[in-house]
């Protein structure tokens, strides 16, 4: 693949991250850089008696540093990475020093482990061990589906009562209000459920529309508990969605056992949702041939927030296959088998608001717990009416953009007047564009993190 300055700065884990790796694009300060096939590699002379080795393996792409920095990749990595990419005569072919082709071949180890790991999880299991195996997932599972119980049903009197005294103080309802029903859902193994209260709490601090959302909200928690206490009665795959909400869970390993789905993925968008403990990475694919979206969310808590998955470039495809959760209208997935990334080509979409939102309409229909929903749409001007900016199509019909998105002014440059492609979320009533194609060529708009 052949990287872009700007693909390299996506791959930085703050703005602070790629001025320090700015400064440091002086060759002199690199006494020794190298290269192969496999990766990049130099020696940056610090402050301290020893260069910091910078490692890069350029397979996902993936660095290392001697450097006592905790963020990923670091200024050196980052900073080597620019220079590979603007400067590449000065990377010598040679053959690398041997802390580059150690740390090499154990990443080459670990992927074989992993490998070896995923062919004994396909192997058989004899009778007798998968019937104990059974009979231990049977009882777990009903010892949670009575915590899940009694958790509903003290979230439907909590409902009550919340409906019954009406919206007029909600907004001045204290943290202890939302805080302790989230405590018990949680408790009652119900995560999904503690989720939604959160979401229910977070639309009340809106100053515009709150009082739609919240409404929408509450629909929706009403809706799913009616759907949990007759999920018998729905079609499988929307059995799945049911018990995804209410936040029961499949194994990766479980999940990577369903069919695969082969196609040439585009990666359209990723950005990172993030509080105090969690952070939620959401990357966003398309398929060429299928025409499917494809969401695949990464999880980390604390200290390992810094190790989120930076494998992927936006504005790049790759042939390979991902593996979908089950559900009514599936979008998240995972990765299975991904091929070299390339630039993308082209990006075709929707060319109407009509035809997008119709599209989302018949969706909701199979999904009404939608909470964002993927678009590509084709041929859109941006334009300002007053203090709101909106994409317009050529009906002259007009999509909101999102009262939070504060990149209008990249879009009406990026445009210069001609019509654009923007790939975006549409978020309960408004569209939020992370990235942009026009003049072959992708360029991402999303923010680095989103406070949830």
């Not at 990595?77 to 620019?82: E, I, M, V």
């Not at 998105?405 to 939020?432: C, I, K, M, N, P």
Request: hydrophobic share 35%; net charge neutral.
């Amino acid at each position: 693949m052949t990287w872009t300055s700007d693909q390299i700065i996506a791959l930085a884990p703050d703005p602070e991250s790629v001025k320090a790796a700015q400064s440091l694009l002086n060759v002199r300060k690199w006494p020794n850089m190298g290269a192969n096939d496999e990766g990049i590699w130099g020696e940056c002379q610090g402050s301290g008696k020893d260069p910091y080795r910078a490692s890069i393996d350029l397979s996902e792409p993936a660095f290392k540093c001697s450097c006592p920095s905790r963020k990923f990749p670091c200024k050196h990595g980052l900073a080597l990475f620019l220079l590979y990419c603007n400067q590449r005569p000065l990377f010598k072919t040679n053959t690398p020093p041997l802390w580059m082709s150690d740390w090499i071949k154990t990443r080459d180890e670990k992927k074989q482990k992993k490998e070896e790991k995923a062919l004994q999880i396909q192997q058989p299991v004899d009778e007798a061990t998968q019937a104990k195996r059974d009979k231990q997932r049977e009882k777990t599972e009903k010892e949670r589906e009575e915590k899940v119980q009694r958790g509903i049903k003290e979230l439907e009197l909590w409902l009550r009562d919340l409906t019954r005294r009406g919206l007029v103080n909600l907004q001045s309802q204290s943290y202890e209000f939302w805080g302790n029903v989230k405590k018990r859902m949680n408790d009652a193994q119900a995560p999904g459920l503690a989720t939604i209260i959160q979401e229910m709490e977070g639309a009340i601090v809106l100053k515009e529309n709150w009082s739609n959302r919240f409404m929408t909200r509450l629909a929706q928690v009403h809706l799913l508990l009616e759907s949990y206490s007759r999920i018998e009665q729905f079609p499988e795959e929307q059995q799945s969605d049911i018990r995804t909400l209410i936040g029961w869970t499949q194994t990766k390993d479980e999940v990577l056992q369903n069919p695969a789905v082969r196609d040439r993925w585009q990666v359209l968008g990723q950005y990172k949702e993030e509080d105090e403990k969690l952070m939620i990475q959401r990357i966003w694919f398309f398929g060429q041939n299928s025409k499917r979206f494809a969401l695949i969310l990464n999880f980390a808590f604390g200290a390992a927030k810094r190790l989120i998955d930076r494998s992927w470039v936006t504005g790049t495809e790759l042939e390979g296959e991902l593996v979908f959760y089950p559900g009514n209208t599936p979008l998240r997935a995972l990765a299975k088998e991904m091929g070299t990334p390339t630039p993308f080509k082209e990006l075709k979409g929707y060319l109407s608001i009509r035809e997008s939102l119709d599209t989302f309409k018949k969706t909701l229909q199979k999904n009404p717990w939608i909470d964002s929903f993927p678009m590509i749409l084709e041929s859109f001007h941006p334009q300002r009416n007053q203090e709101k900016w909106f994409l317009v199509d050529n009906q002259n019909e007009a999509v909101p953009l999102h009262h939070e998105f504060t990149r209008q002014w990249d879009l009406v440059a990026l445009s210069g007047g001609e019509a654009l492609t923007v790939f975006g979320e549409w978020r309960f009533d408004s569209f939020w564009p992370l990235g942009v194609w026009i003049e072959q060529q992708y360029w991402e708009l999303a923010p680095e993190r989103i406070s949830s």
